[in-house]
């Protein structure tokens, strides 16, 4: 399982892009896989959007878990861990496909 670092910044890969197709939000991106290039498109729900266009290159991933409890007026500590969990397993994916990389500054 990889660890996610709550106070770093992680950064969109180059080779990944988005589109809005049929009013989904769609991510494709370009992996390489033992030396083959293979495409993979991922579809995401209206959280998944709002952590992904927070992933903006200045934003820790704590920031980002406290503007979506913020977004969604969460107020209550079980949601607050609910929303910590989701954005922590969202992060997981991204990196686990190098989708994102954690930023060196």
Known sequence: MLDINYDKI?????????REVHGEFVI???IS????????????NETGK???EQMDGKKRIKD????????????DE??????????????RKLLKREII???QE
């Open 10 to 18: 992680y950064i969109i890969r180059d080779s990944v892009r988005t």
């Open 28 to 30: 494709f991106s370009m």
């Open 33 to 44: 896989w033992s030396g083959k290039i293979e495409d993979e498109i991922f579809i995401l």
């Open 50 to 52: 709002f952590i992904w």
């Open 64 to 75: 980002i878990i406290k503007n979506l409890s913020l977004e969604f007026d969460c107020s």
């Open 78 to 91: 079980e949601t607050k861990v609910e929303i910590k969990n989701d954005v922590t397993d969202f992060v």
């Open 101 to 103: 990389i954690e930023s």
